[in-house]
């Protein structure tokens, strides 16, 4: 457990990239002036952890880094190269066909949900998977559910009209209606306890590989920009739309494993708020922001189509470990890599 309880601690780097970075964080070096040769933005190590770094700057920090990073101008002209190549990625594999309309995109959206293909990795727990896996996998989303709500919710000022209030009707169950014990997050730190876990925020950010890193990026990318408000929105609508029958899986799985009856408080609560948030995520946030802004309808499909492939590339890694015997997280200890 780290002792600032706020802020997560600095991760260890993974590259000459974020080496650079997480020394001008900690000791205010020099920032990167030049990328170095990068793999595929999706999975590479070193881009998706600086892109992690630069990104939760905006949301609670990292323990005795300076809050005036978060608005500095030579890490913004950073985080915008780093974010050039992944929407490169995202764009090359997510935004094919022909322009569509604003009258197409409820339907485009469901459909493309109803035909998501991929691995399955709620099914994998539900079925056969073992309580290690499980663990694992909680610790895989914690980087993402200690903050969950908190990326979709820089739209709320960007929207207007019904798009605006259906997203406020779906944010405010995720903030627990005023009950702070409530709160998702809180619910999901629960489960992490009764797991056996550590509930700190970014306690496992050291673990996490880069396809899960990418799955939370792209969530700060959409929503920091106001740009992609659309994006933003088509990738809350298929949140919301993929989530009951899963959740409903790893309650099962948590409950197979005997694990306490509050480890499944967090997915029970998804069960029941998304049987109705998924309703309103498409007929009204998606549907009233089409009709408010046709011009959006490509971006919305856009933000749908790149939350399905990061997270079937998210889902294919984790299992492809398992199937192979290994842990799909990093090694607890993996070698800093010294900066060049
Ligand atoms: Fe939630
Ligand atoms: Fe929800």
Known sequence: MHPDRGSAPLPRPRGPLSAQLLAALAE?????????????????????????????????GFVGVDDRWEWDPALLALRAELEAHVEGALADRCRPGPEIGPDAVVGAVAELVASAGGPSLSSYLADVGTAEQLREFLVHRSWYQ???????????????????????????????????????????AATLRAAGLDDGYGAYLDRLPASTLATVNLVHLFGLHRRHRGALVGHLAVFEMTSVEPMGRYARALRR????????????AHVVADAVHEVVALQHMVAGLVRQEPALAGDVLFGARAVLEVERRFAASVLDAWAQ????????????????
Not at 45 to 53: K, M, N, R
Request: hydrophobic share 40%.
């Open 28 to 60: 205010g070096a020099p920032l990167p002036c030049r990328l170095p040769d990068l793999g595929d933005p999706l999975e590479d190590e070193d881009l998706q952890l600086a892109l992690t770094c630069c990104y939760e700057l905006h949301y609670r």
């Open 146 to 188: 200690l903050k969950e709500a908190d990326p979709h919710t820089w739209a709320i000022p960007r929207l207007w009209g019904q798009a605006k209030a259906a997203l406020v009707e779906i944010q405010a169950d995720e903030y627990g209606n005023g009950e702070a014990g409530r709160v998702h997050a809180t619910l999901f």
């Open 257 to 268: 494993h005997g694990f306490p009856t509050v480890a499944a408080a967090f997915y029970d």
């Open 325 to 340: 015997g290994t842990s799909s997280l990093l090694p607890a200890q993996a070698r800093a890599v010294p900066c060049r």
